[in-house]
Every structure is written in structure tokens, then in C-alpha cells.
């Protein structure tokens, strides 16, 4: 396989899992979780602490940083979030509560960091996770084995929301607060799921970045701007939206990066990041409904040569 | 059963209810009319803590219920069916009545919702189909069916006949009044099909620009010729008759 | 009428400095005297920098965010502009007076060793030359934060809150990618020195320096402050708090975003620009958004969105923390490195606890913003003395 494709879908698929999780957490709570980047760089150095403290691959922790994740996002819950809604926050200041948490958890992560540097004298600033990877079928396995752990994920998120009753109910209060409420379904519960949820799929993203890219500090702080990108391509309305459109973003920006380096030159690469911001601004100004605007079932529909089967 | 003193509620800061009393009894249809903008959708609001309540008290058997989050009230046992977004359209029908059965156990919840679908057929027919894809008045007919299916000890209906074909609305009158009847639920209900809900009604209040015009019995109300025509359209207030219960039934 | 009731009470009230801004202002002088008793002047000067730069950037976001009601999250694109212009321009110009490279070569680092000090030579050998070169530092990073006022204004047309707050954050974070990579620009990832018109002062350049700065940002303060009572002020306001009855009112809600937007954006990059010849370099990577974005931002929160003297206020008690916690991290916090953990981080923990416990506990931060009188409060009593009948009469009991 081609090597930036390998990669690429490899961050495409961190990319899929944490805008996801930030458009759970904004259609759930309309707030938009800047503490995703710590979120996410927890999540690597979880699966890293794993690997270089007890040993294995690191597929095996990821189930672990997915409930650290969760952890995170219910501290932010109760501690931040819920006093805020209940105060009818602003989104401004709701996203700004969750700037200061990522902030703290920020320092947290480098001092925890520099802990690791001294006391177990390994090099936690600059991680290349490959090395505690394996082979599969002639590539690193996380090329295969994450993409595909991705979508077992988000399998079992869309059966829970689909099959489960607390899932349904959570689409319920998601789609309509005051009725749910009035159906006696336990808002504060939703929500306190949603953010566990959310905040576990950012440490899964974390987790999976890094086996794209460098492992840093600030893993999470260098991607929040593409995890938001993605979200807002996918349209901020629809978590399946937002799943999509961070695997887009992801995959177009080592595609787009690849191609136009072979049109242009490798000075191309310095310019990664224009990728992702285009495809943001080209949202926000033409198509503000984003990816999950696009009517699929019609779509569907008309390809199949089905007609609109809306009424019967 | 509930008890509404001096009542000042309304959106941000417009003011809509003006110092409004009321009282609804138990095991009574309480009906609420008047004309449009008057503030009936914001009594059911502010019993339901979705507005803003300046000052006054709302006591459900003596129990305040003031700043009390949705989902207690209707574990409390008060179901209340709005008259816009009253279902969820994203959701099947068939998940639309088991979130409306959330708070009863799973099996009964299940046979609820196979009455609701011998009562309303066209549910049936829809169970597995987005609510989003139905007609204003099948989506009105679930959101009629949800309503019902909790077994509540106050119903809140906000203008339930809206949206149906003139069989229908008549058909769920009667099944409001059954519910009283058999059920002895106590319903309060704002209705713009004035002369047939007071005709099922016990209790009636009258509320115009914010403030209760009239209050007392539901047959009084018909009689009164002058308030009658004036804010209810109703022409010839005929004398009160008692409709029989298994008239015309599902 | 209940509501004028209580700002007519509130006008009546008020005086130049209300309560917490005295105390505050206090526990401010007694830190400085501290300060000035354990570290002496140099210590001193070096926190009126600090305070003077980041109170011109908190300021300038105040402009925007305070009192026009943009939440600008890109605040570290106009200073970084301005940086960078006054990193890459006037120094050509004086290298190209003086016959040295200015192309894309400028930058590199062989010829950045020779050219720099060269430069700064000729210009402390005149007083003239220095303050020319200073007055042109200034207008190129004013020119540019102008620009990326204007361009930022853009976006702001069309989107809103929490997603014109994000796209003008990834504007700011691809800013600096460009400027990291591309080379001629800044030097990429090395450093381009900045010719440094202060040098002629000698030995009391640092001093010198200080000085200046300190002035400036006093400058930015009396215009800010007379700004925000003045009619241009009220009209921000007005935009802030009710778009649509602005709009009504015949304001054009756009220009006068873009007029906030540009002012904001070229007090901003002038604080870049006077950032870098203080430190004699400019480095791509050296501005986070994290610095230079989100600390002014807690700054403005902790000191009173909307109240330009609680800005200040806020600057100065978030920079005497920081520096506390650099200059004792042994005493205080030495405990840490026992693990080998570096007590520089709570720093970032301190800004992250103070915008949490803003939100939370302060939400107006030290000093809220005063409302506004149109007359002095003795006139105002008399002019409600003679009219009490009228008053009396509106006023619902």
C-alpha cells in the first residue's frame, strides 16, 4: 500500500473518532469541548504508558483510555458543564469553561510527562508508537487493525443508540429536551453519558493519532483545529455527520497533500493545514448544513430508481 | 389537585398571565378556552416549569412544583402533550411510544403501545417509520397516543383537536372523557373546539389577554350568550347535553 | 420601569474607582514593593514589560471581544503579523540603504550574523536614524495588523459565536504554519534578529526600552478608555448587546464590526512588533495561540469583560502570579522535582484555574462594567430633582 495512504487512514480514522465525539458533545450540551485536545493526548499516553510500563501492543489499552476518556468528560460534566447549563450559560462561555479545563489538564499531561523523562528515564516528549507495533499482512498493523477498530466502535455506538432504550432516549432529549423531559426521561443522565461517551472517543482519536504521527504534549493541542474542521464539515447536527466528516478531512489532507506534491513539490507539505481550513471555510460559507445536509436517502432513493417513498 | 395562585408568568421579560388563580379538581375535566394569544399554552408552560414564572405558586396536591426540573413533574405523574413538537421526529414511531411508556416497566409499556396502535390503526401501519414522515394529523394522532399511554394521574392537553379530520377530533373528545370516566384521571384541557370540550368538560375557565374572564362550571359557560360569542365563535349556546360514554367508541 | 429604576440608582452611585478596583490596586503595589525589596529594579522592569505588552494585547481584545462583542480566538494573528513585519521589513530596508542582502537570503542564518549587527551599529550612531527606524516598526506592524483586521473582519460577516471564535482560531494557527515553513518570510524554524533601535541608549537600553513600552501601553489605555465613552463606544456597545435594533437604529452592524476588528487588530500587531525589538528576535514558532491568544483572554476575564481599567488590573495580577511562580518554583514548589516534574507548568494549571473559577465563581470578573453615565451623578440629581413629578409619575410601584 501506498505509504501516505497507509498513514492516512490511520489518521483519518483518529480524526472519524474525535469529531465524532465533539459533535455528541455539541448537539448533547451545545458546547463545544476545547478540552477534546487534552482528551485526545491523555489517550495516547495512556496506550503509551501501557506499552512501555507493562508491555504488549497497544491495541489491548485502548479499551482503557476510551474509560480514562470518559472519565475526563465526566469531571468536566459535573464540575463545569451541568452548574453552567443550568445557569443557562452562553456557548461562548461554555466553550470557554472547557478551554480553562484543557488548560489544566494541559499542564497535568506535561508534568506527568516530565515525571516519565525523569523517574523512569524514558522519552515521553517525542513517541513513535510503530515501534510497539507489529506486522500485519506486510504493513503496520495499526493500518489495518485501527480502521477496522473504528468501526466496531461506532458500530456498537449506532446499535446503542438505536437498539438500547437509554440510547433512544438519549436521541429523544438530543432531538427534543423539553419533550423528553416530559416523557420522564432524566436529562442530567443523558447528558452525563453523552460526555462520558464523548469524552472517551476523544481519547480513542488521541489514542489512534498517535500511530500516525508523532506522539507529543501537545498531540491534542495541535489537532483540536482539524478535529473541529472535521465536526463542522460534518455539520454540527448529526454525530454520524461529524464521524464522516473527520474522516474526510483526515484522509483529504494526506491525499490532497500527496497529489499536490507531486504537482508542486514537497514544499507543499509545509501547507497541510490549509487543507482542512479550506474545506471548513467552504462549509461554513456555502453549505452551513455540512455533510449530513446532503438528503442521502434521496440520493439513495434516486440511484436505485426507487421513487420518494414518503407516504404510502 | 392543582392549585394555581397569583400566578405572573411569561417569555424572558414579556408578561403573558397576570396574577391567574386556578383550581383543578381531582378526577374533573378542566377545560381552558379562549381566544388566541390569550396565554392558555403558557399556563400549561408554567405549570411545567418550561417558561419563565415571575411570582406566584403552582401546587400539584399541595406539593410546590416551582423549579422542579421536567422529568420529575412527570414522575410525579402529571403527562403533558404540547401542541407543537410533541413528537420526535427523528425517531420511529414505534420508539415514539416506548419513550412515552419510559417511566412504566417494559412489559406494560409494550402492551400500552399495542392499544394505542387498536385505538389509532394508522399507527400500526406507520410503527416502524420515522415520525418526521407523517401527516400533521397522524403525527398529532401519536403525539395523542403518547400522551395517553402514561398512565398519569393529571393530563395537560394543549389544543389536541388541531390538525384532525372532524371524525377524529370527535373520537379523541369522547376518549378524553372516557379517561376521566374510567380511568378517573384529572385532565386540564386548552381546546379551541370550544362547544364540544365544555360540553365534556366539568370545569371551565375562560382566559382572555392573560386573566380568567370567567370561572365556574363548564354548562354555565355554554350559557352565557354574550361570552360565548364573543371569544369562543359559538353562535347558538345550546343547553348542555350529556353525551353517552360508549357512543361511537374506537 | 423597574429597570430604569436601577440604572438611574446606578449612575447616581457611581464614582471614578468603586471598591474593588482600590483593593486591587493595593494588593497590586504591596506585590511590586515585595518585589522591588527581593529582586531589586531589574525585576521590576522586567514585569512592566511583561505587563505592558500583554495589557496593549488584552486591551485590544477587550476592543473586539468586550466591547463589540466578537469572540476573537485568532488574537495571536495580529500579533504575529506585526511581529513578523517588523521582523522581515524594516531590516531590509536599512540592509537595503546600506547596500547588504535583502532578498530571500536575508534570512539565512550566515548572512543574519554578519548583516544584524551592522545594522544596529548605524543606527546608534544616530539619534535620528533610531528613532526613524523605531516610528517605521511601528507603521509597518500598524499597516499589517490593519490588513489582517480587515481580513478577519470577513468571516466575522457571516458567522457567529462559538464558529467565527473557531475559525479565527484556525486562521491564527495557519498563520503560523506559514511562517514556520516558509523561510524567507522569518526564517522558518530559525530566528531572524531584529536591528534594535534602543542600543544607541547604551547602557540603559533595558531601561530605555521599558520606558517606552510602558508608555505606549498607558497611550492605549487614556485612547481605549476615551473610546469606550465616547459616542463610537456606545455604538460598539449597541452592536453587542442588540445587533438587530442596532441595525434598526440605521447602524451599519458590518462597518462597525470591521472598524473594531481593524483598530483591535493594529493595536495588537503594534504590541507585536514593540515585543520583538524588546527581544531583539522574532522566532515562527515562539507565538502560540496559547500565550498570546488564550492568556490575554483570561487576563480579560479575571480583570472584567467590557472594562478597560479591570483589563489592566487583570494583566497586572495574572503577571505577578506567573511571576511568583517563575521566581520561587524552587521555594514554593520545589517539592516537585523530586520527580522531575518543572514547576513552570502550573502556570499553564494557574491560567487554566483562574478562567475556570471566572466562569464559575466571578462571572464579571474583578471589576464589571460600570454603566455608563451620560451626565456627571450631581447633575443628574438635579436634573431628577426638578423633574421628580415627571419621574414619580413613570414609575410603576
Same mark, same amino acid.
Given at each position: 500500500?501506498?505509504?501516505?495512504?497507509?498513514?492516512?487512514?490511520?489518521?483519518?480514522?483518529?480524526?472519524?473518532?474525535?469529531?465524532?465525539?465533539?459533535?455528541?458533545?455539541?448537539?448533547?450540551?451545545?458546547?463545544?469541548?476545547?478540552?477534546?485536545?487534552?482528551?485526545?493526548?491523555?489517550?495516547?499516553?495512556?496506550?503509551?504508558?501501557?506499552?512501555?510500563?507493562?508491555?504488549?501492543?497497544?491495541?489491548?489499552?485502548?479499551?482503557?483510555?476510551?474509560?480514562?476518556?470518559?472519565?475526563?468528560?465526566?469531571?468536566?460534566?459535573?464540575?463545569?458543564?451541568?452548574?453552567?447549563?443550568?445557569?443557562?450559560?452562553?456557548?461562548?462561555?461554555?466553550?470557554?469553561?472547557?478551554?480553562?479545563?484543557?488548560?489544566?489538564?494541559?499542564?497535568?499531561?506535561?508534568?506527568?510527562?516530565?515525571?516519565?523523562?525523569?523517574?523512569?528515564?524514558?522519552?515521553?516528549?517525542?513517541?513513535?508508537?510503530?515501534?510497539?507495533?507489529?506486522?500485519?499482512?506486510?504493513?503496520?498493523?495499526?493500518?489495518?487493525?485501527?480502521?477496522?477498530?473504528?468501526?466496531?466502535?461506532?458500530?456498537?455506538?449506532?446499535?446503542?443508540?438505536?437498539?438500547?432504550?437509554?440510547?433512544?432516549?438519549?436521541?429523544?432529549?438530543?432531538?427534543?429536551?423539553?419533550?423528553?423531559?416530559?416523557?420522564?426521561?432524566?436529562?442530567?443522565?443523558?447528558?452525563?453519558?453523552?460526555?462520558?461517551?464523548?469524552?472517551?472517543?476523544?481519547?480513542?482519536?488521541?489514542?489512534?493519532?498517535?500511530?500516525?504521527?508523532?506522539?507529543?504534549?501537545?498531540?491534542?493541542?495541535?489537532?483540536?483545529?482539524?478535529?473541529?474542521?472535521?465536526?463542522?464539515?460534518?455539520?454540527?447536527?448529526?454525530?454520524?455527520?461529524?464521524?464522516?466528516?473527520?474522516?474526510?478531512?483526515?484522509?483529504?489532507?494526506?491525499?490532497?497533500?500527496?497529489?499536490?506534491?507531486?504537482?508542486?513539490?514537497?514544499?507543499?507539505?509545509?501547507?497541510?493545514?490549509?487543507?482542512?481550513?479550506?474545506?471548513?471555510?467552504?462549509?461554513?460559507?456555502?453549505?452551513?448544513?455540512?455533510?449530513?445536509?446532503?438528503?442521502?436517502?434521496?440520493?439513495?432513493?434516486?440511484?436505485?430508481?426507487?421513487?420518494?417513498?414518503?407516504?404510502? | 389537585?392543582?392549585?394555581?395562585?397569583?400566578?405572573?408568568?411569561?417569555?424572558?421579560?414579556?408578561?403573558?398571565?397576570?396574577?391567574?388563580?386556578?383550581?383543578?379538581?381531582?378526577?374533573?375535566?378542566?377545560?381552558?378556552?379562549?381566544?388566541?394569544?390569550?396565554?392558555?399554552?403558557?399556563?400549561?408552560?408554567?405549570?411545567?416549569?418550561?417558561?419563565?414564572?415571575?411570582?406566584?405558586?403552582?401546587?400539584?396536591?399541595?406539593?410546590?412544583?416551582?423549579?422542579?426540573?421536567?422529568?420529575?413533574?412527570?414522575?410525579?405523574?402529571?403527562?403533558?402533550?404540547?401542541?407543537?413538537?410533541?413528537?420526535?421526529?427523528?425517531?420511529?414511531?414505534?420508539?415514539? #411510544?416506548?419513550?412515552? +411508556?419510559?417511566?412504566?416497566?417494559?412489559? !406494560? $409499556? &409494550?402492551?400500552?403501545?399495542? *392499544?394505542?396502535?387498536?385505538?389509532?390503526?394508522?399507527?400500526?401501519?406507520?410503527?416502524?417509520?420515522?415520525?418526521?414522515?407523517?401527516?400533521?394529523?397522524?403525527?398529532?394522532?401519536?403525539?395523542?397516543?403518547?400522551?395517553?399511554?402514561?398512565?398519569?394521574?393529571?393530563?395537560?392537553?394543549?389544543?389536541?383537536?388541531?390538525?384532525?379530520?372532524?371524525?377524529?377530533?370527535?373520537?379523541?373528545?369522547?376518549?378524553?372523557?372516557?379517561?376521566?370516566?374510567?380511568?378517573?384521571?384529572?385532565?386540564?384541557?386548552?381546546?379551541?373546539?370550544?362547544?364540544?370540550?365544555?360540553?365534556?368538560?366539568?370545569?371551565?375557565? #375562560?382566559?382572555?389577554? +392573560?386573566?380568567?374572564?370567567?370561572?365556574? !362550571? $363548564? &354548562?354555565?359557560?355554554?350559557? *352565557?350568550?354574550?361570552?360565548?360569542?364573543?371569544?369562543?365563535?359559538?353562535?347558538?349556546?345550546?343547553?348542555?347535553?350529556?353525551?353517552?360514554?360508549?357512543?361511537?367508541?374506537? | 420601569?423597574?429597570?430604569?429604576?436601577?440604572?438611574?440608582?446606578?449612575?447616581?452611585?457611581?464614582?471614578?474607582?468603586?471598591?474593588?478596583?482600590?483593593?486591587?490596586?493595593?494588593?497590586?503595589?504591596?506585590?511590586?514593593?515585595?518585589?522591588?525589596?527581593?529582586?531589586?529594579?531589574?525585576?521590576?522592569?522586567?514585569?512592566?514589560?511583561?505587563?505592558?505588552?500583554?495589557?496593549?494585547?488584552?486591551?485590544?481584545?477587550?476592543?473586539?471581544?468586550?466591547?463589540?462583542?466578537?469572540?476573537?480566538?485568532?488574537?495571536?494573528?495580529?500579533?504575529?503579523?506585526?511581529?513578523?513585519?517588523?521582523?522581515?521589513?524594516?531590516?531590509?530596508?536599512?540592509?537595503?540603504?546600506?547596500?547588504?542582502?535583502?532578498?530571500?537570503?536575508?534570512?539565512?542564518?550566515?548572512?543574519?550574523?554578519?548583516?544584524?549587527?551592522?545594522?544596529?551599529?548605524?543606527?546608534?550612531?544616530?539619534?535620528?536614524?533610531?528613532?526613524?527606524?523605531?516610528?517605521?516598526?511601528?507603521?509597518?506592524?500598524?499597516?499589517?495588523?490593519?490588513?489582517?483586521?480587515?481580513?478577519?473582519?470577513?468571516?466575522?460577516?457571516?458567522?457567529?459565536?462559538?464558529?467565527?471564535?473557531?475559525?479565527?482560531?484556525?486562521?491564527?494557527?495557519?498563520?503560523?504554519?506559514?511562517?514556520?515553513?516558509?523561510?524567507?518570510?522569518?526564517?522558518?524554524?530559525?530566528?531572524?534578529?531584529?536591528?534594535?533601535?534602543?542600543?544607541?541608549?547604551?547602557?540603559?537600553?533595558?531601561?530605555?526600552?521599558?520606558?517606552?513600552?510602558?508608555?505606549?501601553?498607558?497611550?492605549?489605555?487614556?485612547?481605549?478608555?476615551?473610546?469606550?465613552?465616547?459616542?463610537?463606544?456606545?455604538?460598539?456597545?449597541?452592536?453587542?448587546?442588540?445587533?438587530?435594533?442596532?441595525?434598526?437604529?440605521?447602524?451599519?452592524?458590518?462597518?462597525?464590526?470591521?472598524?473594531?476588528?481593524?483598530?483591535?487588530?493594529?493595536?495588537?500587531?503594534?504590541?507585536?512588533?514593540?515585543?520583538?525589538?524588546?527581544?531583539?528576535?522574532?522566532?515562527?514558532?515562539?507565538?502560540?495561540?496559547?500565550?498570546?491568544?488564550?492568556?490575554?483572554?483570561?487576563?480579560?476575564?479575571?480583570?472584567?469583560?467590557?472594562?478597560?481599567?479591570?483589563?489592566?488590573?487583570?494583566?497586572?495580577?495574572?503577571?505577578?502570579?506567573?511571576?511568583?511562580?517563575?521566581?520561587?518554583?524552587?521555594?514554593?514548589?520545589?517539592?516537585?522535582?523530586?520527580?522531575?516534574?518543572?514547576?513552570?507548568?502550573?502556570?499553564?494549571?494557574?491560567?487554566?484555574?483562574?478562567?475556570?473559577?471566572?466562569?464559575?465563581?466571578?462571572?464579571?470578573?474583578?471589576?464589571?462594567?460600570?454603566?455608563?453615565?451620560?451626565?456627571?451623578?450631581?447633575?443628574?440629581?438635579?436634573?431628577?430633582?426638578?423633574?421628580?413629578?415627571?419621574?414619580?409619575?413613570?414609575?410603576?410601584?
Amino acid at each position: 500500500m501506498e505509504p501516505w495512504l497507509a498513514t492516512g487512514l490511520i489518521y483519518a480514522s483518529a480524526l472519524a473518532l474525535a469529531a465524532g465525539g465533539l459533535t455528541l458533545l455539541y448537539i448533547a450540551t451545545r458546547t463545544f469541548n476545547f478540552a477534546h485536545a487534552s482528551m485526545a493526548t491523555v489517550g495516547f499516553y495512556v496506550v503509551y504508558s501501557g506499552c512501555v510500563l507493562i508491555g504488549g501492543n497497544p491495541y489491548i489499552y485502548f479499551p482503557l483510555a476510551f474509560l480514562v476518556g470518559g472519565l475526563l468528560g465526566v469531571i468536566c460534566y459535573y464540575g463545569l458543564n451541568r452548574p453552567l447549563l443550568r445557569r443557562g450559560a452562553a456557548e461562548i462561555t461554555l466553550m470557554m469553561s472547557t478551554l480553562g479545563y484543557d488548560l489544566i489538564l494541559l499542564s497535568l499531561i506535561q508534568m506527568y510527562a516530565d515525571y516519565l523523562t525523569f523517574s523512569m528515564q524514558l522519552f515521553p516528549r517525542r513517541v513513535n508508537m510503530n515501534v510497539y507495533d507489529f506486522k500485519l499482512l506486510g504493513e503496520n498493523a495499526a493500518t489495518i487493525i485501527l480502521p477496522i477498530l473504528a468501526i466496531v466502535f461506532l458500530t456498537g455506538l449506532h446499535l446503542f443508540l438505536v437498539k438500547t432504550r437509554f440510547g433512544v432516549a438519549m436521541r429523544a432529549t438530543i432531538e427534543k429536551p423539553v419533550l423528553a423531559g416530559a416523557s420522564g426521561i432524566n436529562s442530567d443522565r443523558v447528558y452525563l453519558v453523552a460526555w462520558l461517551i464523548g469524552g472517551g472517543m476523544a481519547a480513542l482519536g488521541g489514542a489512534a493519532m498517535s500511530m500516525a504521527v508523532t506522539g507529543t504534549p501537545v498531540l491534542g493541542m495541535n489537532s483540536i483545529s482539524f478535529m473541529f474542521a472535521g465536526a463542522i464539515l460534518g455539520g454540527l447536527h448529526s454525530l454520524y455527520g461529524g464521524i464522516l466528516g473527520g474522516f474526510v478531512v483526515g484522509l483529504a489532507e494526506y491525499a490532497g497533500v500527496f497529489y499536490l506534491s507531486q504537482l508542486f513539490g514537497t514544499w507543499v507539505l509545509g501547507y497541510r493545514m490549509a487543507i482542512p481550513l479550506l474545506l471548513m471555510a467552504v462549509t461554513l460559507l456555502i453549505f452551513p448544513r455540512g455533510l449530513a445536509g446532503i438528503p442521502w436517502t434521496a440520493l439513495y432513493n434516486g440511484l436505485v430508481g426507487k421513487k420518494g417513498g414518503a407516504k404510502a | 389537585m392543582l392549585k394555581i395562585n397569583n400566578l405572573n408568568s411569561g417569555y424572558g421579560k414579556l408578561q403573558v398571565l397576570y396574577d391567574l388563580s386556578i383550581e383543578i379538581p381531582e378526577k374533573e375535566i378542566t377545560v381552558v378556552v379562549g381566544p388566541n394569544g390569550a396565554g392558555k399554552t403558557t399556563l400549561l408552560c408554567s405549570i411545567m416549569g418550561i417558561t419563565n414564572v415571575f411570582s406566584g405558586e403552582v401546587l400539584f396536591n399541595g406539593d410546590s412544583l416551582k423549579n422542579l426540573p421536567t422529568y420529575l413533574l412527570a414522575r410525579k405523574g402529571i403527562s403533558y402533550v404540547p401542541q407543537m413538537g410533541n413528537v420526535f421526529a427523528d425517531l420511529s414511531v414505534r420508539d415514539n #411510544l416506548q419513550m412515552a +411508556g419510559y417511566l412504566l416497566p417494559v412489559a !406494560e $409499556a &409494550r402492551k400500552k403501545a399495542q *392499544e394505542m396502535t387498536e385505538i389509532f390503526p394508522v399507527l400500526k401501519r406507520f410503527i416502524d417509520r420515522k415520525a418526521a414522515t407523517l401527516s400533521g394529523g397522524e403525527r398529532r394522532m401519536l403525539a395523542i397516543a403518547m400522551g395517553l399511554m402514561k398512565n398519569p394521574k393529571l393530563m395537560l392537553l394543549d389544543e389536541l383537536s388541531t390538525d384532525l379530520a372532524p371524525i377524529i377530533a370527535e373520537k379523541v373528545i369522547l376518549e378524553v372523557a372516557r379517561l376521566r370516566d374510567e380511568l378517573g384521571i384529572t385532565i386540564l384541557m386548552v381546546e379551541q373546539l370550544a362547544k364540544r370540550a365544555l360540553e365534556i368538560g366539568d370545569k371551565a375557565y #375562560l382566559l382572555v389577554s +392573560g386573566g380568567v374572564k370567567f370561572a365556574g !362550571e $363548564a &354548562r354555565d359557560l355554554l350559557s *352565557e350568550p354574550e361570552l360565548c360569542s364573543l371569544y369562543l365563535g359559538i353562535k347558538k349556546p345550546a343547553a348542555a347535553q350529556i353525551v353517552p360514554l360508549t357512543e361511537g367508541s374506537r | 420601569m423597574k429597570t430604569q429604576n436601577t440604572i438611574i440608582e446606578k449612575m447616581l452611585k457611581s464614582r471614578l474607582f468603586n471598591n474593588s478596583e482600590i483593593l486591587v490596586t493595593i494588593a497590586i503595589l504591596i506585590f511590586l514593593t515585595f518585589f522591588l525589596i527581593s529582586h531589586g529594579v531589574p525585576m521590576i522592569l522586567t514585569i512592566l514589560i511583561d505587563f505592558a505588552v500583554f495589557a496593549i494585547v488584552t486591551m485590544s481584545l477587550n476592543l473586539e471581544t468586550g466591547l463589540t462583542g466578537i469572540p476573537q480566538f485568532g488574537r495571536v494573528l495580529a500579533v504575529i503579523a506585526g511581529a513578523f513585519a517588523v521582523g522581515a521589513i524594516p531590516g531590509r530596508i536599512m540592509a537595503a540603504f546600506m547596500g547588504l542582502p535583502f532578498g530571500a537570503d536575508y534570512t539565512q542564518d550566515i548572512i543574519q550574523f554578519q548583516i544584524a549587527p551592522e545594522i544596529t551599529a548605524t543606527l546608534s550612531a544616530s539619534w535620528v536614524l533610531s528613532l526613524l527606524f523605531f516610528l517605521l516598526c511601528l507603521v509597518v506592524a500598524a499597516v499589517s495588523g490593519a490588513v489582517i483586521g480587515w481580513l478577519t473582519s470577513r468571516p466575522a460577516i457571516r458567522l457567529k459565536e462559538a464558529y467565527l471564535g473557531i475559525s479565527l482560531l484556525a486562521f491564527g494557527d495557519f498563520f503560523m504554519w506559514v511562517g514556520h515553513n516558509w523561510a524567507p518570510l522569518v526564517g522558518g524554524s530559525t530566528s531572524v534578529f531584529v536591528p534594535d533601535p534602543f542600543r544607541i541608549f547604551g547602557e540603559a537600553r533595558f531601561e530605555a526600552v521599558v520606558i517606552v513600552i510602558f508608555l505606549a501601553a498607558m497611550l492605549v489605555y487614556v485612547y481605549l478608555n476615551r473610546l469606550a465613552s465616547s459616542p463610537f463606544g456606545r455604538t460598539l456597545k449597541m452592536v453587542r448587546d442588540n445587533e438587530i435594533s442596532a441595525s434598526a437604529a440605521g447602524k451599519d452592524v458590518t462597518k462597525i464590526r470591521t472598524q473594531s476588528l481593524v483598530i483591535g487588530s493594529i493595536l495588537a500587531a503594534i504590541a507585536g512588533g514593540l515585543y520583538v525589538i524588546y527581544t531583539g528576535t522574532v522566532t515562527a514558532t515562539g507565538y502560540s495561540r496559547l500565550v498570546w491568544t488564550f492568556w490575554p483572554w483570561a487576563f480579560m476575564m479575571l480583570g472584567g469583560i467590557g472594562s478597560t481599567t479591570g483589563v489592566l488590573l487583570g494583566v497586572m495580577v495574572l503577571t505577578i502570579m506567573r511571576t511568583i511562580i517563575t521566581v520561587y518554583r524552587f521555594e514554593i514548589f520545589g517539592f516537585l522535582m523530586e520527580w522531575g516534574i518543572n514547576p513552570l507548568w502550573l502556570e499553564f494549571t494557574l491560567m487554566g484555574a483562574v478562567i475556570v473559577g471566572v466562569i464559575l465563581f466571578l462571572p464579571h470578573g474583578l471589576v464589571p462594567e460600570k454603566v455608563q453615565s451620560i451626565l456627571p451623578a450631581k447633575r443628574l440629581e438635579r436634573v431628577l430633582a426638578k423633574n421628580n413629578d415627571l419621574y414619580n409619575r413613570n414609575t410603576v410601584q
